[in-house]
């Protein structure tokens, strides 16, 4: 009987704690999501910035965590929380796309022209070593 009780118990916490959940705000989930790979990558399936970030670390040996946001129920909300956090001008009704949105080792390092300069002016590597993605 006891064993039971446990396990009805058990059950009824899960219950409780997945509404909560539910709750995250999305910029809480932005922060999750970016905490938990080293290389996270927000991106658009369709846009080939994305498509050029991705090849970029793909080709250096990095695997980042890609969460596309036209195949997310919430990446419009996402996509105004990634754009706040890059600015109030690209947060402003109207502006261009944000993506793709960059975070290595949990940090934001910003959209392609962030990531594209830290690649050519030779901070990418060492940031990629620095959160465990690259081990060269």
Not at 16 to 37: D, K, Y
Not at 48 to 71: I, N, T
Not at 75 to 84: D, H, K, P, T
Request: with cysteine; aromatic share 6%.
């Amino acid at each position: 009987m006891q064993y039971g009780a446990a396990a009805e118990q058990a059950w009824y916490t899960q219950a409780v704690v997945a509404p909560a959940a539910a709750a995250e705000t999305a910029a809480e989930r932005v922060e999750r999501l970016a905490s938990e790979s080293a290389v996270v990558v927000f991106s658009v399936s369709t846009c080939c910035m994305c498509h050029a970030v991705k090849r970029l670390f793909c080709g250096m040996g990095v695997h980042p965590a890609v969460h596309e946001l036209d195949l997310d129920p919430r990446g419009r909300e996402l996509e105004r929380a990634l754009a706040c956090l890059l600015g109030a001008a690209a947060a402003a009704p109207g502006a261009a796309p944000v993506v793709p949105v960059v975070f290595i080792g949990g940090r934001l390092v910003g959209a392609m022209d962030r990531v594209m300069a830290a690649h050519i002016n030779g901070s990418l590597v060492p940031l990629l070593k620095e959160a465990g993605a690259l081990w060269l």
